[in-house]
């Protein structure tokens, strides 16, 4: 999401006057190009904004023109300084006058004569001054959050996600209950990338009482429209369970005596299986976002739509006559948009904001960079509209097309598209009734289809169509009055024609003519040519559909993208998923009639932990046949590639393509009930059937489904620690997928150490061995790791580095190394080595994105995840064969833990990685040339005590979490560990909630005692008989003491209860944990997370550092 490029000032950089004085100048000129009320409007509103921002905000915005983005010389140095300037000059007049209150200046000055003898007056005005020279001059600016405008991209973390019910029982038999557990199944997964915000776009029937001709061969499907339903997290709620309950409210129905509501149309028949197939599927396309340094906002949630829906005449390839039907599209986007080109030339996506709102007649319904992806997809997806074909004509398709900040010539409102059109819609009409007048009446609406397919497809029908239209329309051109073209002074603005309902013909084709030229020969100087502009119009007319639409975006877009784009005129059937620079991977499930998609690979296996409502169209696992099993499809994400997603309507078999696409193979799954389309943007890609490309999910050792959800996941992830390092030493001690990785990565060091005894690779200062690289706790788990490997081989060149620093280094055209930052491109010899990735969830950016990086680095990559089926995974896989034989993944079997704290993932990679560690040890060692080169120190009795320690370590563990190996609970006698520690914990957490108890009990005593009205003293005085007046004025004053230290008493209550010491700070809280930087650094991270969301009365501060460095003094 990027915000619009412009100048934002956020100090006073200029004074409200200046800015009041530039405002009225452009009003003026904008009053004398247009008498129009609404730019009086617009100015007064333009200079109320700025007299505001000046007064309250005490910052002023400058919008930059798009041929000026530099702002560079004079210009900026009279902006910068002209306002410190005036504020001096302004503070020595107010000096002067004080000064001089007696003379004749100041008889003569209009000022009251009180304000010029406050000696405020000038103290006030040099302070302003002062702050003016501190900001303006010195460059001293506040930091605002948002106020970026220096148009560096924020760096976003969001995801995709969506379903799609191919089967109707998923709503008939439950009303959508259990596809909804799925949805928020998918939700909770996906929140791993961030959980700001949230929402899910679903189209459903205009109205349910339409009457579908089931008789007919080829039935038109209902009108679409499209149902967002969007939230904004807070901070204690949960974003999957806010979007469900959102989706309920917005497309549920009531439900009585507590009964789950419905989702509308469950059991309507549109929804319900029929004899020609002719039903709607029901899909939800959603995303969450979570932008890190901008607000999360309900206006930058996902699905963006820039154009609201609107009727236009649509023609169908299912029914040549044309129909009314509302248009509005809807995309999800995962990623960022930079430039969009057109003829040619790229523009940035701010210019592309504002030259929308003019194109589209808009305004811009967010400034994040998402909202313009929506806005151009409007001016794409204009296959069956004449008029979204025009204006797609006029806008991209011209040799004269251009994105401009400020238009010189107005484009047409939609009702001059849509007049325009007409001669379109006219001819076609004729062409495809002109060859009926031998025909019955019978067969009348056949041939109409029959032709219409035709002009679609043939080339010598749409060279017919555009030569009639040419010839109409050169013809109207020709009749208009010279004074009409040409001559764009004489146009009203887009926003005073707009609210004209139907223009006239010859307003509409004097617009077009600002545009065009029937001259074909003055095309070569700089005007349309009307021909390119009919011919333009009629092919995106007839190609221009949700496939394409996609595939010219990402032609002329940069930026990295996860995307899905849906329409109302396709939601019947297709939506277009497509992946550059971001993951995308869509799970088909045949046997319950599921499509999964989303950008986190693991959600997409939600569909394996749901049965299908009313059962699975294969029920008996004897006889159902490998076409049956639950598949998934990873798109590239590293060259670029489409996904069509069609499962047709009323018995389709063929998907709905256009003529340019249709050279592409459509691959049929789920048995037949759903056909796929890709297009690879990359022309190097490996062309693979698509069966070769499938990961199977069901039936697969290697893929492990979710985990069911539980009350408490951080506690179920810390009662798995020993079952988890258990299993991972068992299957190090069997032959497994981690043996088999253990075996080529030994025989990746012995060919490294063998060259390194030849000499074939020189041994020097810069020189890497091993790199390992990761992120956060993965990071600081491998630095331990490297630290152990360097110390046990001091010849070795062993060098742990952030993922991050890596592609800051090796993956920008230019370096971009850290400050503090040790090693560069030269103290880096990357001449193959071995490389190891250190990545729980496997998805994670940083470490993904050297997964690809490195490649051109080494051949010898290998990753430690938490299970062989991840992103990073998928990566290796492509760059080795898929065989085990070739295996490159070490996997600790973990799985997705959603739980924000780590901690079964942290101990289940420190132990894999203690088992790496010693094989490499073992590898080395045993041969002495390798052991003398690489210096090693460890001796194989060093490795036995080592792996003695590593195997009770097991026996540790269980009676630290009171869980065994196997899950179950410990005997009494061994669970005294945990018993202590949970003293501990108890103690620690009465210290904690201490002040948020002593609260309730100060609010309980003070309701209590003041409705009451007799405080503690003074009732106990006044139930003794005391009743002397100047005694109560004492018992009032001691209740006024307690009342003031009501708190410190109720904690000390507190304590002398629970026993605890009386003379603890009765203050902030905070914990210091002192240990070896991972450990540290890991705890941290863990107990902070665990109070990331308490409230501040119960708050912890956390603090970690090494003892032998940061806690000595």
């Avoid at 679409?224 to 204690?236: E, I």
């Avoid at 394409?548 to 005129?569: D, H």
């Avoid at 190097?684 to 492990?704: A, G, I, P, W, Y």
């Avoid at 009732?1019 to 004053?1037: E, K």
């Amino acid at each position: 999401d990027v915000p619009p490029s412009r100048l934002l000032l956020p100090h006073r950089r200029t004074t409200p006057i200046d800015d009041i004085a530039m405002h009225v100048r452009g009003a003026r000129i904008s009053s004398s190009s247009s008498s129009s009320s609404s730019s009086f409007v617009s100015s007064l509103w333009s200079i109320a904004t700025v007299i505001l921002r000046g007064i309250l905000g005490r910052y002023s915005v400058i919008a930059v023109p798009a041929d000026d983005l530099s702002l560079e010389g004079t210009k900026q140095m009279f902006i910068t300084h002209f306002g410190w300037i005036f504020s001096l000059l302004l503070a020595v007049t107010c000096h002067c006058l004080h000064r001089h209150r007696g003379g004749k200046t100041f008889q003569r000055c209009p000022l009251p004569s009180s304000l010029l003898r406050d000696p405020a007056l000038p103290v006030i005005a040099y302070l302003v001054a002062l702050e003016g020279f501190v900001t303006d001059c010195l460059r001293w600016v506040p930091v605002r959050p948002g106020g970026g405008g220096t148009g560096h991209a924020l760096i976003c973390f969001c995801g995709n996600f969506g379903i799609l019910l191919l089967n109707s029982s998923w709503l008939s038999v439950d009303g959508g209950k259990t596809a909804l557990d799925v949805l928020e199944k998918m939700v909770s997964v996906t929140m791993m990338r961030g959980a700001q915000s949230g929402g899910v776009v679903t189209f459903e029937p205009t109205h349910y009482n339409y009457k579908q001709d089931h008789n007919s061969s080829c039935p038109s499907p209902p009108p679409l429209k499209g149902v967002r339903s969007r939230v904004v997290n807070a901070k204690r709620t949960d974003l999957s369970q806010r979007i469900r309950r959102k989706i309920v409210r917005d497309n549920g129905t009531p439900s009585l005596f507590g009964a789950h509501p419905r989702l509308k149309g469950s059991n309507h028949p549109l929804y319900a299986d029929n004899d020609n197939n002719a039903r709607l599927v029901r899909g939800f396309f959603g995303h969450t976002r979570f932008a890190t340094t901008s607000k999360a906002s309900f206006d930058g949630t996902h699905p963006h739509q820039w154009s609201p829906r609107r009727n236009h005449t649509v023609f169908s390839s299912r029914d040549a006559s044309p129909a009314l039907l509302g248009v509005e599209n809807f995309i999800t986007h995962n990623g960022d948009f930079e430039f969009f080109q057109i003829n040619s030339k790229y523009y940035d996506v701010a210019l592309l904001q504002t030259w929308l709102e003019h194109v589209l007649h808009h305004p811009m319904p967010a400034s994040v960079d998402s909202a313009a992806i929506a806005g151009v997809v409007d001016l794409l997806r204009t296959q069956g509209s004449f008029a979204l074909s025009a204006r797609y004509a006029l806008c991209v398709g011209l040799p004269n097309s251009k994105v401009e900040m400020e238009p010189s010539v107005p484009y047409p409102t939609m009702e001059e598209y849509e007049d325009i059109a007409k001669t379109f819609e006219n001819v076609l009409m004729d062409m495809t009734t002109s060859g009926n007048h031998n025909n019955n009446h019978n067969n009348h609406n056949h041939n109409n289809n029959h032709d219409h397919n035709q002009c679609r497809d043939g080339k010598y029908e749409r060279d017919k169509l555009i030569a009639a239209v040419v010839a109409i329309l050169k013809r109207k051109l020709e009749v208009l009055p010279e004074k009409d073209v040409g001559d764009s002074s004489t146009y009203h603005t887009p926003s005073s024609r707009r609210g004209k309902a139907s223009p006239s013909s010859s307003t509409a084709i004097s617009t077009l003519s600002k545009f065009l030229s029937s001259a074909p020969s003055e095309e070569e100087h700089g005007g349309g040519d009307l021909h390119l502009f009919v011919r333009t119009t009629v092919h995106a007319f007839f190609d221009n559909d949700l496939l394409q639409t996609a595939k010219l975006f990402l032609e002329n877009a940069k930026g990295s993208f996860g995307l899905s784009i849906s329409s109302s005129l396709d939601a019947h059937r297709q939506v277009v998923l497509a992946a550059r620079g971001q993951t995308m991977s869509i799970a088909f499930y045949p046997k319950k009639g599921l499509v999964c998609y989303g950008s986190e690979q693991a959600a997409v296996k939600a569909g394996l932990n749901y049965e299908t409502p009313g059962g699975n169209a294969t029920t008996d696992d004897a006889h159902s046949s490998e076409a049956d099993n639950a598949v998934r499809l990873d798109l590239d994400d590293l060259g670029g590639e489409i996904c069509l997603l069609d499962w047709g309507y009323a018995g389709d078999t063929q998907p709905a393509v256009s003529r340019p696409n249709r050279n592409l193979p459509v691959e049929t799954l789920m048995n037949g009930t759903i056909r796929v389309v890709l297009h690879h943007q990359s022309k190097t890609c490996r062309d693979c059937h698509l069966s070769q490309r499938l990961t199977l999910l069901e039936r697969n050792e290697f893929v492990k489904p979710l985990l069911d959800d539980c009350p408490d996941p951080i506690l179920a992830d810390i009662r798995d620690i020993p079952r988890v390092c258990s299993r991972i030493q068992d299957d190090w001690h069997d032959v497994g997928l981690n043996r088999m990785t253990a075996w080529n990565l030994a025989n990746c060091i012995r060919a490294r150490m063998k060259a390194r005894v030849d000499g074939t690779i020189e041994s020097h200062g810069g020189q890497v061995d091993i790199l390992v690289t990761g992120c956060e706790v993965s990071l600081w788990v491998a630095e331990q790791f490297v630290a152990d490997l360097q110390k046990a081989f001091p010849r070795l060149f062993v060098r742990c580095v952030s993922s991050n620093k890596l592609l800051g280094l090796f993956g920008q055209e230019l370096a971009m190394p850290c400050t503090g930052f040790p090693y560069g491109k030269k103290s880096l010899e990357m001449k193959d080595p071995i490389i190891i990735i250190v990545s729980h969830s496997g998805g994670t950016f940083g470490p993904l994105a050297c997964s690809n990086l490195l490649q051109s680095f080494s051949s010898s990559i290998f990753a430690v995840t938490s299970e062989w089926d991840t992103q990073i995974g998928k990566q290796l896989r492509s760059m080795y064969s898929d065989d085990l034989l070739s295996s490159r993944i070490f996997s600790t079997e973990v799985g997705v833990r959603p739980a924000e704290p780590c901690s079964v993932s942290v101990v289940a990679t420190h132990q894999l990685l203690t088992n790496i560690f010693e094989h490499i040890c073992v590898t080395i060692i045993s041969d002495p040339h390798f052991r003398h080169l690489s210096g090693a120190v460890i001796t194989e009795h060093d490795l036995q005590i080592l792996e003695r320690c590593n195997q009770e370590n097991l026996k540790a563990l269980e009676e630290i979490v009171g869980v065994d190996c196997q899950g179950y609970e410990i005997h009494e006698r061994r669970g005294r560990t945990e018993k202590e520690l949970r003293s501990a914990g108890d103690l620690w957490s009465e210290h904690i909630l201490e002040n948020a108890k002593a609260y309730i009990m100060s609010f309980i005593y003070i309701v209590g005692t003041v409705t009451a009205g007799y405080p503690l003293v003074t009732g106990i005085a006044t139930a003794a008989g005391l009743n002397t007046d100047w005694a109560f004025y004492i018992t009032r004053f001691l209740d006024s003491l307690i009342y003031f230290w009501l708190p410190q008493i109720n904690v000390l209550i507190l304590r002398l209860i629970q026993g605890r010491n009386l003379r603890h700070r009765m203050v902030g809280r905070t914990v210091v944990i002192g240990d070896c930087p991972w450990v540290a650094q890991a705890a941290e991270a863990f107990l902070s997370k665990i109070f990331a969301c308490s409230y501040s009365i119960a708050g912890l501060n956390v603090l970690s550092g090494n003892p032998a460095d940061h806690l000595v003094h």
